[in-house]
């Protein structure tokens, strides 16, 4: 079984910054892409950054210049850094990540997800 916590969402001031963590855990050999999406109500959820093991990146235009993304392998751990927040911004985040587990002798690939994080942004 493979899980994903979240943490770091919170209040905040436009034009202020928060950092998100997520953390897998479970029987992981491996994890290709994690990535963050967040979801805003009455509208879909969306991509919003996403990182492969490798370094290779991407974001939505619309945090370009404002968030980063990164990751500790060693950790599993993915983070999204937001600064210059707006009142656009706010949802609730959804980390995602491409694992390959394993039980027993058997490896399986998934997509896993957390539960989500509230990111509210006051004007």
């Known amino acids: 079984q493979v899980q994903l916590v979240e943490s770091g969402g919170g209040l905040v001031q436009a034009g202020g910054s928060l950092r998100l963590s997520c953390a897998a855990s479970?029987?992981?050999?491996?994890?290709?892409?994690m990535g963050w999406h967040r979801q805003a109500p009455g509208k879909q959820r969306e991509l919003v950054a996403a990182?492969?093991?490798?370094?290779?990146?991407n974001y939505a235009d619309s945090v370009k210049g404002r968030f980063t993304i990164s990751r500790d392998n060693a950790k599993n751990t993915v983070y999204l850094q937001m600064n210059s927040l707006k009142p656009e911004d706010t949802a609730v985040y959804y980390c995602?990540?491409?694992?390959?587990?394993?039980?027993?002798?058997?490896?399986?690939?998934?997509?896993?997800w957390g539960q989500g994080t509230q990111v509210t942004v006051s004007s």
């Open positions: 995602n990540a491409d694992v390959t587990a394993l039980s027993g002798s058997l490896y399986y690939a998934g997509e896993y």
């Open positions: 479970g029987s992981i050999a491996s994890i290709n892409v």
């Open positions: 990182l492969t093991r490798s370094g290779r990146f």
